[in-house]
């Protein structure tokens, strides 16, 4: 009798977790990226997005396809909290990155085609002015740079400026550049700018 009721207990058990089954299989592919956004296997942006964990990454989930610029070599593709810019006039390899954290902006670059001994990077928050920044590499061909959201960057009247629609609704966008520079007797060789990036999220 107590082998029967074990058996029993055994196979209700199992049939708990049957039912249980499907709800997580359609729990995981609900949550899942939609495939016609991922970039496909070949491209530097959908590959780099995949190595660094796709939709668990910084970046999330695809909001866009990839594109291609109509006036360079180039592409980009935007994500839920961020944007990746293939930017190839820096080296075939080049890709700039720039997202937001919960009170940080952060941008990155990487597979530049020669080493540098530094880089300079050209910011603006909200289209106000433009800022320069020597950056310490992290390697020779690659960086990293970040500012806080709230950073202050006053407008042509001298308040900070907001991007604000006519329903009320604010956004703060930071646009970025980078460059590549040598240490030289007199001055600096440095490279060209790479493709601009620019993230906006609400406020």
Known sequence: MVKIRFL???????AGLAILAPATAQASTTSACNPALVAPQGSLIGNFWRSKGG????????TTKEFGFSDKKGSWQRFRNG???????LGNGTLVRAYFTRDRVF???????RDWDYFNVLWDKNGT?????RVARQTPWSGAFSLPVDVYDPGPEG???ASCSAHGGCTTTFSFSVEGCDRGTFKSDCSPWSIRTSVTREN
């Open 107 to 113: 941008l990155a670059w990487s597979g530049l085609g």
């Open 83 to 89: 944007k990746i810019v293939w930017s190839p006039n």
């Open 129 to 133: 002015g433009n800022r320069q920044v």
């Open 8 to 14: 029993l207990a055994a196979a209700t058990a199992t």
């Open 55 to 62: 939709q668990k990454s910084v970046y999330g989930c695809p």
């Open 159 to 161: 308040e900070e400026y």
